[in-house]
């Protein structure tokens, strides 16, 4: 038997590897043979298993290493792995053919599509050839890379044709770039230069039309000096004469000439005016001192005589106040009497529309009639009115006199206090409106402060 296996065995590889379809039969034959009497001897193996299965299971322990040998060495066991083998070479032959005739069939088909791209190629640069064919060198160059790039594996003659053509090609594309590129640079210095030749042009004309309006301007303006001229002559000289009307230098001649002459004189006004002012400086000047002294002597007289505190607070002018006034109220005391304050008030500070000392010898007789001193050292009553009024037979009668200067008619005011009757004195005077008393804020006074 195992003679039979081991024949079956070389039978069964020398099949495999020779593809012999006797070969192939015999082993297959002998091959089902053997597995009928492995069948055989496994049912007899089996039910002498079954038997001496207690036996195995005891003596196990014992002879473990025996019987697994035993096990391994088993014909049954054996024929099972050749069984196996057996498949896995046929298995592998037949791989081996399929790849084989799978490597048949691309290599037929490489060829096939090698011989199609060749055919591409060729029309393609056939194509190319033609002088009928419009597209561009771009065009052309990137269609010729395509069919070139499908035949990147393959070694044929018109490859190379295909590659000297793409070279031609490529060398007239960057022959055609660089004249492109020559071109548009012509084209855009010639739009530069172009454009300069523009901008001069466009300068010219603008320069020369500025030349003209500078001229017409100033035609313009010389027109307009010519007729000034001739109204400055007629204004500063008188008419033209005929003759010269239209010589504009002699008018201007005669123009510097009467400048001149209105140049010496306006130097001879301003230095008489300056002359005048300076004068009129000095005796300003000259004022102010005697003001100032006449100030200081006041302020000395009214310190020496011990003149009160009262009228010297009433001397408002210091500056142009007469001594002699201030001593004759001093001297009268005057100032002792409240009633006459408004009399000694006109007297001091007021010099042409006041009362005058011998005014206030007057009224001190009639200190009495406060309202009428107040009216008259305020200026809303004259003098001759109030001795008119007083020397009517009001000088007895404060109060008749008193209503009459606040508005009562003299008639009403004679007839109201049983006066009897008399002449009426004059009209009011107008009010005086000019306050002459001493204002510290004026700039006449501030140097006497």
């Not at 498949?87 to 199609?116: C, D, G, H, M, P």
């Not at 310190?303 to 142009?320: A, C, N, T, W």
């Not at 107040?374 to 004259?382: D, F, I, N, P, R």
Request: with cysteine; glycine share 4%; hydrophobic share 40%.
């Amino acid at each position: 038997m195992w003679d039979l296996f081991c024949g079956l065995i070389i039978i069964s590889i020398f099949a495999a590897l020779s593809d012999s379809d006797g070969l192939i039969a015999v082993a297959a034959f002998g091959w089902l043979c053997l597995v009928g009497l492995l069948v055989i001897v496994v049912l007899t193996a089996i039910f002498e298993f079954l038997i001496e299965l207690i036996d195995f299971t005891v003596a196990a322990v014992i002879t473990g290493v025996d019987t697994t040998l035993s096990v391994i060495f088993n014909p049954v066991v054996l024929f099972v792995l050749a069984l196996l083998f057996f498949v896995y070479i046929r298995q592998t032959s037949i791989k081996k053919k399929e790849q084989e005739k799978r490597q048949l069939e691309l290599a037929e088909e490489k060829r096939n599509q090698f011989e199609l791209r060749i055919q591409e190629l060729e029309r393609v640069m056939l194509m190319l050839q033609k002088k009928t064919y419009r597209r561009n060198l771009a065009e052309q160059i990137s269609t010729l890379e395509g069919a070139l790039y499908n035949m990147r594996r393959g070694q044929h003659a018109k490859v190379g044709e295909a590659r000297e053509l793409l070279k031609r090609l490529r060398k007239e594309a960057a022959e055609k770039k660089k004249a492109d590129a020559k071109k548009k640079a012509d084209a855009k210095n010639y739009a530069e230069r172009k454009k300069k030749a523009d901008a001069k042009k466009k300068a010219d004309a603008k320069k020369k039309a500025d030349a003209k309006n500078y001229a017409e301007r100033k035609a313009a303006q010389e027109q307009k000096a010519i007729i000034s001229r001739q109204q400055e002559y007629q204004k500063l000289i008188g008419p033209i004469p005929e003759k010269r009307k239209d010589d504009d230098k002699w008018i201007q001649a005669e123009l510097v000439k009467a400048k001149k002459k209105a140049d010496a004189k306006k130097k001879a006004d301003a230095k008489k005016q300056a002359d005048a002012k300076k004068q009129a400086d000095a005796l300003k000047k000259a004022a102010e001192e005697a003001l100032k002294e006449h100030s200081k002597k006041l302020s000395k007289f009214l310190k020496d005589q011990e003149v009160s505190k009262e009228l010297q607070r009433m001397v408002k002018r210091k500056q142009d106040t007469p001594i002699d006034d201030v001593a004759y109220i001093h001297v009268k005391k005057w100032i002792s009497h409240p009633n006459m304050h408004p009399v000694i008030d006109s007297i001091l500070n007021k010099r042409e529309k006041g009362l005058t000392v011998d005014d206030g010898d007057y009224l001190f007789r009639f200190r009495e009639h406060v309202a009428l001193l107040e009216a008259l050292g305020a200026g809303t009553k004259s003098m001759d009115w109030a001795k008119q009024l007083l020397e009517s037979g009001f000088a007895d009668n404060v109060e008749a006199t008193e209503m009459v200067v606040d508005g009562m008619s003299v008639a009403a005011a004679r007839k109201a206090y049983g006066l009897g009757p008399g002449p009426d004195p004059t009209p009011d005077p107008i009010p005086d409106t000019d306050d002459d008393d001493f204002d510290p804020d004026d700039e006449d006074n501030e140097l006497y402060l």
